[in-house]
């Protein structure tokens, strides 16, 4: 059986995330949840100004990154994967951001995963002038709406680019196992913080 050390499970750990999944055993979580960079500089656009310019967004993961999340998981679902060089799937995901043809960013954005499903479309419009820790926070209801439908109660989830802590905080009000990795200091603080202020009570214990 593989075994996964405690001292990662319902934690953020700060480090570039090819460091841990090497040191994972093979199949070890259930699902891998994530959202890495698309390589398209994103910190640059203009409506993005309200947050510091880095280079993280410069640049898609290498292949091993990628090969590496689908040898510790069961199954993978990987927002952007468009933008990847990943396995023909017939299961993807949309999310309909609800936006006119006229707004200057992306109308939707698609998850490539492992499940050989029919696609499935998620409508959510993000509020004008919403606070994002991120630049490319994804809404908590997206990710949380992912796990409903493609993890159940026990399943351990990873999100080896964790960034703000979306997916963690969305496996956290499922009571869902998860390990978050964060390779930026700034973003694993946000994310902890962000856990810890969970306002489901029964999550005390839980993430304790």
Known sequence: MSVIPQNYLNKVICADCIEILRALPDKCVDLVLTDPPYGIGISKNPIRQMHEKRDWDDKIPEKEYFTE??????????????????????????????????FSTAMCEQAWMSFQSPAKMFRYRVVDGIKKDHPTQKPLALMQWCLEKYSGPGQIVLDPFAGSGTTLVAAARLQQPFIGIEMCDEYCKVAEARLKSCKNSRLSDFLS
Do not use: A, C, H
Not at 75 to 97: E, R, T
């Open 69 to 102: 999340m689908i040898r510790v998981s069961k199954n993978q679902i990987i927002w952007g994967g468009n933008y990847f060089d990943l396995p023909p799937s017939q299961g993807f995901l949309v999310w309909d951001k609800e936006q006119p043809e006229t």
